[in-house]
Protein backbone atom coordinates (compact mmCIF):
# COMPACT_ATOMS: atom_id res chain seq x y z
CA UNK A 1 0.00 0.00 0.00
CA UNK A 2 2.71 2.72 0.69
CA UNK A 3 4.81 1.84 -2.64
CA UNK A 4 1.59 2.43 -4.57
CA UNK A 5 0.85 5.99 -2.72
CA UNK A 6 4.65 6.87 -3.03
CA UNK A 7 4.08 5.93 -7.00
CA UNK A 8 0.92 8.38 -6.71
CA UNK A 9 2.66 10.81 -5.17
CA UNK A 10 5.65 10.68 -7.56
CA UNK A 11 3.67 10.72 -10.70
CA UNK A 12 1.28 13.81 -9.74
CA UNK A 13 4.18 16.19 -8.23
CA UNK A 14 5.75 16.62 -11.87
CA UNK A 15 2.09 17.84 -12.89
CA UNK A 16 2.11 20.40 -10.18
CA UNK A 17 4.93 22.19 -11.38
CA UNK A 18 3.72 22.25 -15.13
CA UNK A 19 2.43 25.09 -16.08
CA UNK A 20 -0.87 25.31 -17.58
CA UNK A 21 -0.29 26.11 -21.04
CA UNK A 22 -3.66 25.70 -22.34
CA UNK A 23 -4.37 28.46 -20.09
CA UNK A 24 -1.52 30.83 -21.03
CA UNK A 25 -2.36 29.99 -24.68
CA UNK A 26 -5.50 31.68 -23.98
CA UNK A 27 -4.48 34.88 -22.10
CA UNK A 28 -2.57 35.27 -24.76
CA UNK A 29 -5.19 35.13 -27.79
CA UNK A 30 -7.58 37.17 -25.35
CA UNK A 31 -4.38 39.64 -25.48
CA UNK A 32 -4.38 39.62 -29.14
CA UNK A 33 -8.32 40.08 -29.05
CA UNK A 34 -8.02 43.11 -26.95
CA UNK A 35 -5.70 44.74 -26.85
CA UNK A 36 -6.89 47.44 -24.69
CA UNK A 37 -7.01 45.02 -21.87
CA UNK A 38 -3.19 44.59 -21.57
CA UNK A 39 -0.48 46.20 -19.60
CA UNK A 40 1.21 47.52 -22.64
CA UNK A 41 -1.61 49.51 -23.97
CA UNK A 42 -2.60 50.66 -20.27
CA UNK A 43 1.35 51.68 -19.94
CA UNK A 44 0.41 54.31 -22.96
CA UNK A 45 -3.20 55.04 -22.76
CA UNK A 46 -3.07 56.39 -19.25
CA UNK A 47 -7.23 56.75 -18.92
CA UNK A 48 -10.08 54.70 -20.48
CA UNK A 49 -11.63 55.66 -24.00
CA UNK A 50 -15.01 55.43 -22.93
CA UNK A 51 -18.16 57.93 -23.32
CA UNK A 52 -17.80 59.32 -19.78
CA UNK A 53 -17.15 62.96 -20.72
CA UNK A 54 -14.41 62.86 -17.44
CA UNK A 55 -12.34 60.03 -19.13
CA UNK A 56 -12.59 62.07 -22.70
CA UNK A 57 -11.53 65.46 -20.56
CA UNK A 58 -8.53 63.57 -18.88
CA UNK A 59 -7.57 61.67 -22.03
CA UNK A 60 -6.92 65.65 -23.96
CA UNK A 61 -5.56 67.32 -20.87
CA UNK A 62 -3.42 64.82 -20.04
CA UNK A 63 -1.62 63.92 -23.45
CA UNK A 64 1.40 65.87 -24.89
CA UNK A 65 0.45 65.83 -28.17
CA UNK A 66 -3.53 66.57 -27.77
CA UNK A 67 -2.76 69.50 -25.12
CA UNK A 68 1.01 70.59 -25.27
CA UNK A 69 0.60 73.30 -22.30
CA UNK A 70 -0.85 72.28 -18.54
CA UNK A 71 -4.44 72.18 -18.25
CA UNK A 72 -3.68 75.51 -15.72
CA UNK A 73 -1.06 78.17 -15.59
CA UNK A 74 -0.43 81.16 -13.71
CA UNK A 75 -2.35 84.01 -15.40
CA UNK A 76 0.85 86.60 -15.60
CA UNK A 77 2.86 83.77 -17.07
CA UNK A 78 1.69 83.98 -20.69
CA UNK A 79 2.35 88.17 -20.94
CA UNK A 80 4.69 88.68 -23.86
CA UNK A 81 5.91 91.23 -21.76
CA UNK A 82 7.49 88.52 -19.22
CA UNK A 83 8.15 85.58 -21.19
CA UNK A 84 9.03 87.04 -24.83
CA UNK A 85 8.03 84.30 -26.63
CA UNK A 86 11.90 83.73 -27.15
CA UNK A 87 11.43 80.04 -26.57
CA UNK A 88 8.83 79.65 -28.92
CA UNK A 89 10.95 81.87 -31.53
CA UNK A 90 14.24 79.10 -30.87
CA UNK A 91 11.96 76.46 -31.64
CA UNK A 92 10.55 78.24 -34.83
CA UNK A 93 13.95 79.39 -36.08
CA UNK A 94 15.07 75.43 -35.35
CA UNK A 95 11.80 74.00 -37.89
CA UNK A 96 13.40 77.11 -40.39
CA UNK A 97 16.93 75.62 -40.14
CA UNK A 98 15.68 71.94 -40.79
CA UNK A 99 13.55 72.82 -43.77
CA UNK A 100 15.92 74.99 -45.31
CA UNK A 101 18.63 72.68 -44.23
CA UNK A 102 17.36 69.53 -46.10
CA UNK A 103 16.34 71.46 -49.39
CA UNK A 104 20.28 72.55 -49.32
CA UNK A 105 21.18 68.98 -49.03
CA UNK A 106 19.82 67.98 -52.53
CA UNK A 107 22.58 69.87 -54.20
CA UNK A 108 25.71 69.89 -51.72
CA UNK A 109 28.55 67.19 -52.10
CA UNK A 110 30.80 67.55 -48.47
CA UNK A 111 33.92 67.12 -50.48
CA UNK A 112 36.76 69.00 -50.97
CA UNK A 113 36.76 69.95 -54.62
CA UNK A 114 32.60 70.04 -54.79
CA UNK A 115 31.60 71.92 -51.75
CA UNK A 116 32.52 75.35 -52.67
CA UNK A 117 31.67 74.44 -56.32
CA UNK A 118 27.71 73.46 -55.09
CA UNK A 119 28.32 76.72 -53.02
CA UNK A 120 28.13 79.02 -56.65
CA UNK A 121 25.93 76.73 -57.80
CA UNK A 122 23.08 76.91 -54.97
CA UNK A 123 23.45 80.64 -55.09
CA UNK A 124 22.97 81.53 -58.67
CA UNK A 125 21.62 78.31 -61.06
CA UNK A 126 19.54 76.28 -58.43
CA UNK A 127 15.41 78.28 -58.42
CA UNK A 128 15.12 79.95 -55.26
CA UNK A 129 18.69 78.41 -53.98
CA UNK A 130 20.11 82.22 -52.62
CA UNK A 131 16.98 82.85 -51.02
CA UNK A 132 16.82 79.45 -49.42
CA UNK A 133 20.37 79.46 -48.64
CA UNK A 134 20.31 83.05 -46.91
CA UNK A 135 17.08 81.79 -44.74
CA UNK A 136 19.25 78.88 -43.58
CA UNK A 137 22.07 81.73 -42.43
CA UNK A 138 19.88 84.12 -41.16
CA UNK A 139 18.33 81.39 -38.98
CA UNK A 140 20.85 80.40 -37.58
CA UNK A 141 22.57 83.72 -36.56
CA UNK A 142 18.85 84.42 -35.37
CA UNK A 143 18.67 81.26 -33.34
CA UNK A 144 21.81 81.79 -31.60
CA UNK A 145 20.91 85.17 -30.33
CA UNK A 146 17.14 83.90 -29.65
CA UNK A 147 18.49 81.22 -27.76
CA UNK A 148 21.04 83.62 -24.80
CA UNK A 149 17.93 86.02 -24.98
CA UNK A 150 15.64 83.10 -23.64
CA UNK A 151 18.67 81.83 -21.14
CA UNK A 152 18.93 85.72 -20.49
CA UNK A 153 15.27 85.80 -19.29
CA UNK A 154 15.34 82.69 -17.89
CA UNK A 155 17.73 83.58 -15.30
CA UNK A 156 16.81 87.54 -14.09
CA UNK A 157 13.31 85.64 -13.63
CA UNK A 158 14.51 83.23 -11.43
CA UNK A 159 12.63 80.17 -13.65
CA UNK A 160 16.05 78.26 -13.08
CA UNK A 161 14.80 77.11 -9.60
CA UNK A 162 12.91 74.98 -8.17
CA UNK A 163 11.17 72.37 -9.59
CA UNK A 164 12.79 73.64 -12.87
CA UNK A 165 16.92 72.83 -11.85
CA UNK A 166 16.81 69.43 -14.51
CA UNK A 167 14.85 71.79 -17.16
CA UNK A 168 17.39 74.64 -16.91
CA UNK A 169 20.91 71.86 -17.51
CA UNK A 170 18.80 70.95 -20.54
CA UNK A 171 18.31 74.84 -21.81
CA UNK A 172 22.21 74.86 -20.85
CA UNK A 173 23.10 71.75 -22.66
CA UNK A 174 20.80 72.75 -25.82
CA UNK A 175 22.35 76.37 -26.15
CA UNK A 176 26.27 74.22 -26.17
CA UNK A 177 24.58 72.51 -29.17
CA UNK A 178 23.08 75.34 -30.54
CA UNK A 179 26.46 77.10 -30.72
CA UNK A 180 27.80 73.38 -32.03
CA UNK A 181 25.66 74.00 -34.59
CA UNK A 182 26.73 76.92 -35.85
CA UNK A 183 30.24 76.19 -35.19
CA UNK A 184 29.95 73.38 -38.06
CA UNK A 185 28.16 75.19 -40.60
CA UNK A 186 31.03 77.44 -40.90
CA UNK A 187 33.03 74.93 -42.78
CA UNK A 188 30.41 73.52 -44.91
CA UNK A 189 30.92 76.80 -47.46
CA UNK A 190 34.80 75.53 -47.93
CA UNK A 191 35.74 78.89 -48.26
CA UNK A 192 38.24 81.52 -46.64
CA UNK A 193 35.90 82.27 -43.77
CA UNK A 194 34.71 78.95 -42.47
CA UNK A 195 38.44 77.87 -42.90
CA UNK A 196 39.80 79.84 -40.58
CA UNK A 197 37.50 80.22 -38.14
CA UNK A 198 37.61 76.17 -37.99
CA UNK A 199 41.19 76.78 -37.54
CA UNK A 200 40.94 79.06 -34.82
CA UNK A 201 38.00 77.59 -33.26
CA UNK A 202 40.16 73.91 -33.57
CA UNK A 203 43.49 75.55 -32.40
CA UNK A 204 41.80 76.93 -29.10
CA UNK A 205 40.47 72.83 -28.06
CA UNK A 206 44.19 72.37 -28.14
CA UNK A 207 44.18 73.76 -24.77
CA UNK A 208 41.32 72.00 -23.56
CA UNK A 209 42.60 70.71 -19.75
CA UNK A 210 42.83 67.15 -19.73
CA UNK A 211 42.47 66.73 -23.55
CA UNK A 212 44.27 68.93 -25.68
CA UNK A 213 47.45 68.39 -25.89
CA UNK A 214 48.88 71.85 -24.73
CA UNK A 215 46.46 71.98 -22.27
CA UNK A 216 46.68 71.49 -18.37
CA UNK A 217 47.71 68.03 -17.41
CA UNK A 218 47.88 67.34 -21.48
CA UNK A 219 51.12 65.69 -21.46
CA UNK A 220 50.91 63.97 -18.28
CA UNK A 221 48.15 61.87 -20.06
CA UNK A 222 49.88 61.51 -22.77
CA UNK A 223 47.96 63.29 -25.67
CA UNK A 224 49.89 64.67 -28.84
CA UNK A 225 49.17 66.88 -31.53
CA UNK A 226 48.30 63.63 -33.43
CA UNK A 227 45.76 62.21 -30.54
CA UNK A 228 44.46 65.15 -28.72
CA UNK A 229 40.46 66.58 -29.09
CA UNK A 230 41.61 68.68 -32.34
CA UNK A 231 43.21 65.79 -34.00
CA UNK A 232 39.46 63.66 -33.35
CA UNK A 233 37.60 66.88 -34.51
CA UNK A 234 39.48 67.63 -37.55
CA UNK A 235 40.63 63.88 -38.42
CA UNK A 236 43.98 64.91 -39.09
CA UNK A 237 45.90 67.68 -38.23
CA UNK A 238 44.97 70.32 -40.24
CA UNK A 239 41.80 71.68 -41.97
CA UNK A 240 41.07 69.42 -44.81
CA UNK A 241 38.87 67.01 -46.46
CA UNK A 242 38.18 64.96 -43.53
CA UNK A 243 37.78 67.95 -41.46
CA UNK A 244 34.85 69.22 -44.00
CA UNK A 245 33.64 65.54 -44.08
CA UNK A 246 33.26 65.41 -40.04
CA UNK A 247 31.26 68.83 -39.51
CA UNK A 248 28.59 68.02 -42.52
CA UNK A 249 27.95 65.11 -40.37
CA UNK A 250 27.70 66.59 -36.98
CA UNK A 251 25.88 69.51 -38.43
CA UNK A 252 23.43 67.34 -40.78
CA UNK A 253 22.74 64.05 -38.42
CA UNK A 254 24.32 63.84 -34.97
CA UNK A 255 24.16 67.46 -33.20
CA UNK A 256 20.33 67.49 -34.52
CA UNK A 257 19.83 64.59 -33.69
CA UNK A 258 20.92 65.19 -30.22
CA UNK A 259 19.10 68.66 -30.04
CA UNK A 260 16.27 67.07 -30.99
CA UNK A 261 15.74 64.77 -28.11
CA UNK A 262 16.69 67.32 -25.68
CA UNK A 263 14.26 69.26 -26.81
CA UNK A 264 11.41 66.92 -26.75
CA UNK A 265 12.69 66.30 -22.79
CA UNK A 266 12.67 70.39 -22.41
CA UNK A 267 9.21 70.53 -23.93
CA UNK A 268 7.72 67.79 -21.54
CA UNK A 269 9.37 69.55 -18.55
CA UNK A 270 8.01 72.18 -19.12
CA UNK A 271 4.77 70.71 -19.15
CA UNK A 272 5.58 68.09 -16.23
CA UNK A 273 6.52 71.28 -14.18
CA UNK A 274 3.38 73.31 -14.33
CA UNK A 275 3.96 75.17 -17.34
CA UNK A 276 5.87 78.38 -18.24
CA UNK A 277 7.26 79.81 -14.51
CA UNK A 278 6.04 83.07 -13.95
CA UNK A 279 5.77 86.05 -11.39
CA UNK A 280 4.06 85.29 -7.69
CA UNK A 281 0.65 84.56 -8.78
CA UNK A 282 -1.45 87.95 -8.47
CA UNK A 283 -4.91 88.07 -6.91
CA UNK A 284 -7.93 90.23 -8.10
CA UNK A 285 -9.64 92.19 -5.08
CA UNK A 286 -12.88 90.72 -6.17
CA UNK A 287 -11.18 87.27 -5.51
CA UNK A 288 -10.20 88.43 -2.32
CA UNK A 289 -11.91 87.00 0.89
CA UNK A 290 -12.07 90.04 3.24
Known sequence: MADSQDKTNSSEEPQEGIPDIKSQIDKTVDHLKNPKDGSLWKSVIRHKLDEKPRNRTLAVLTNVFLHLHPARVNRDAVRFAFTWGMGGITFFLFIVLTLTGIYLMFYYHPSKGQAFQDILFLTHDVPFGNILRNMHRWAAHAMVLTTWIHMFRVFMTGSYKKPREFNWCVGVLLLVLTSLLS????????????????????????????????????????????????????????????????????????????????????????????????????????????
Not at 221 to 230: P, S
Request: contains cysteine; proline residues 6%.
Open 183 to 290: FTGYLLTDDQLGFWAVTVGTNMARATPGLGHEGPFGPELGFTAYNDVRFALLGGSIVDANALLRAYIWHCIAIPVIASILMIVHFWRVRKDGGISGPAPMMLKSEAQL
